[in-house]
C-alpha cells in the first residue's frame, strides 16, 4: 500500500533552500540526511528537530542520541505519526556547535509514496559548512517573536464559529485568501474584500477584517501582515495589512518589497468566480495549449524520474518569475540531461511559450501576452528589423524581432535560429539586457 510522500520546503538562511519530496512513511533521521545531502554537507555532527517549530523547544523535539530527560530519537520517528499537513512548520538544527537552524515547511502532500528522497527544487548557493552562517541570532529570534503566533487548528475552528456569517461563506472567503495570495502574491486585504465583494454576496468590512485578524494565526502557505509586523514603532491597522505568498517571506526578506515595486501600477487580473477560486489549490494550473507542450515534452524524454513533479515545479517557477538559466539548473538537478543545442533550444522554445502564456505574480495575475497585447493595441509599428542575438549562458545562436517606437527600441520576438518560424511574443524591455545581448 502506498504511504504517499511530503513536499517540503528547507530554507537555510536568506536567499538559498531546497524543496524536498520525500515519503510519509521515511524517518526523521531520513529526512536529516536528504537535508544534509541537499545542501551538501557532511554528516559529522549531532542534529535535532523541534516539531513546535521553537528551536531549542523541549515540548515535541526529536535528537539524533539520548540527550537529559529526552529519549525520542529522530530514527524511530516517521514522518506519518507527526500530524504533518500542507502549511506545518518546524526546525532543524544541526551540529551543535556551528548551529546551523533550517526552517522546514510542508508544501504540500502527494498520493505517490517516494522510495529515494528527491530534491524538486534548488535556490541559492549552500554555504560552506564550516564557514559562518549568514543570519544573526537576535535577528532570527526577534523576527519569530513579531510575527503573529499560530494558534492551534482547533482554537482557529472554534473562533470561526463566532462570526456571523455561515460556516460556508467563512470556508469560501478563506479560498479567496488562498487564492489571492497565490494569482498575486500580494494583495491588501481591502482590495480582496473589494474583489470578494463583488462577485459574491457582500460580507461586512468590520466581519472580513475580524476574520483576516483570526486567519493571521492560522497555518497557511500565505501570511497576512501589515507595517507593524516588520516596525516596532507603526501602529496596527488592518486597513494596511496585505496578503502574502509565503515563498516571498521564507527565504530573502527582501523579496515581498521588491515584488511590490516591479508590480508597480500593473492592474489586477480580475478572473471569472470559478476561475479564481480553482488558484487556491496549489497544484491546479490551468490546461493551457503551453501547459500541454511542456508536458508532452517531459514525459517523453524518459530520463526524468518523475516527470510529473518536474512538470509542476517548472509551472510554479515560471509563475513565480525564474528565469530560464535558474529553470534549467533545476531540471538538470532531477535529471534531465540536455545533449547538444538543439535539444536545449527545443526546451528554451517550450519554456519560452509557457513563460509568456503563464499567470504571473509579477503581473498581478496577468500573463507576459496579455499585458503585451495591452500596451501594443492600436501601436503602430514604424520600423521592424532581424537582429542576431547571443545568449552566453546557453551559448545558442537566437534571433530577435525588434521594432521601434518614438525612439525607443523593444524586443518583440525571439527565437531560436533553427527554429525562426516559432517566433515568440515576450515583450522585453528594452533596458532588459538579461543575458541578451546584441
Not at 118 to 138: I, K, M, S
Not at 216 to 239: T, V
Not at 246 to 268: F, I, T
Request: hydrophobic share 35%; proline share 5%; net charge negative.
Amino acid at each position: 500500500m502506498l504511504m504517499g510522500s511530503y513536499v517540503i520546503s528547507v530554507s537555510l538562511g536568506t536567499g538559498c533552500y531546497r524543496h524536498i519530496q520525500i515519503s510519509k512513511n521515511a524517518t526523521l533521521y531520513k529526512l536529516h540526511e536528504a537535508i544534509l545531502d541537499a545542501f551538501e554537507f557532511i554528516d559529522d555532527h549531532a542534529h535535532a528537530f523541534f516539531m513546535d517549530n521553537k528551536t531549542w523547544s523541549q515540548a515535541d523535539a526529536y535528537y539524533s542520541m539520548k540527550m537529559d530527560g529526552h529519549e525520542r530519537l529522530t530514527k524511530g520517528r516517521k514522518l506519518e505519526k507527526l500530524n504533518l499537513e500542507k502549511g506545518s512548520q518546524f526546525k532543524y538544527v544541526f551540529d551543535f556547535g556551528e548551529e546551523w537552524r533550517l526552517q522546514c515547511k510542508v508544501l504540500r502532500e502527494l498520493a505517490e509514496d517516494t522510495k529515494t528522497p528527491l530534491v524538486l527544487r534548488e535556490v541559492g548557493e549552500a554555504p560552506f559548512q564550516y564557514g559562518e552562517p549568514d543570519w544573526d541570532d537576535e535577528e532570527w529570534d526577534e523576527e519569530e517573536d513579531d510575527l503573529p503566533e499560530i494558534l492551534p487548528q482547533n482554537v482557529i475552528q472554534s473562533l470561526f464559529k463566532t462570526l456571523p456569517i455561515p460556516t460556508k461563506t467563512v470556508e469560501h472567503i478563506h479560498k479567496y485568501f488562498e487564492a489571492g495570495a497565490r494569482l498575486y502574491g500580494v494583495i491588501p486585504v481591502m482590495k480582496l474584500l473589494e474583489l470578494y465583494n463583488s462577485q459574491n454576496a457582500p460580507v461586512e468590512e468590520d466581519v472580513f477584517l475580524v476574520l483576516a485578524e483570526m486567519i493571521r494565526h492560522e497555518k497557511n502557505l500565505f501570511s497576512i501582515l501589515g507595517p507593524e509586523d516588520f516596525d516596532d514603532n507603526a501602529e496596527p491597522n488592518p486597513y494596511n495589512w496585505d496578503v502574502i505568498d509565503d515563498h516571498l517571506l521564507l527565504d530573502d526578506p527582501e523579496d515581498y518589497p521588491r515584488l511590490v515595486k516591479a508590480q508597480g501600477d500593473k492592474p489586477y487580473k480580475i478572473l471569472p468566480k470559478e476561475e479564481f477560486i480553482k488558484y487556491s489549490d496549489h497544484d491546479y494550473f490551468p490546461a493551457t495549449p503551453q501547459n500541454e507542450a511542456m508536458r508532452k515534452y517531459l514525459f517523453g524524454r524518459g530520463d526524468l524520474p518523475n516527470p510529473y513533479d518536474t512538470w509542476l515545479g517548472i509551472q510554479t517557477m515560471v509563475e513565480i518569475d525564474f528565469d530560464l538559466a535558474s529553470v534549467i539548473g533545476c531540471c538538470e538537478s532531477e535529471g534531465l540531461v540536455f545533449n547538444n543545442k538543439y535539444d536545449l533550444g527545443e526546451f528554451a522554445t517550450l519554456f519560452q511559450e509557457l513563460n509568456n502564456h503563464t499567470r504571473k505574480q509579477i503581473n498581478r495575475g496577468h500573463t507576459p501576452d496579455e499585458l503585451f497585447k495591452q500596451t501594443y493595441q492600436g501601436m503602430q509599428l514604424l520600423q521592424r528589423l532581424v537582429i542576431p542575438l547571443h545568449h552566453d549562458f546557453l551559448r545558442l545562436g537566437l534571433v530577435g524581432f525588434f521594432h521601434h517606437h518614438l525612439d525607443k527600441l523593444r524586443l518583440v520576438k525571439s527565437g531560436i535560429d533553427h527554429h525562426f518560424l516559432a517566433l515568440l511574443d515576450i515583450g522585453t524591455a528594452a533596458n532588459n539586457k538579461s543575458g541578451i545581448f546584441s
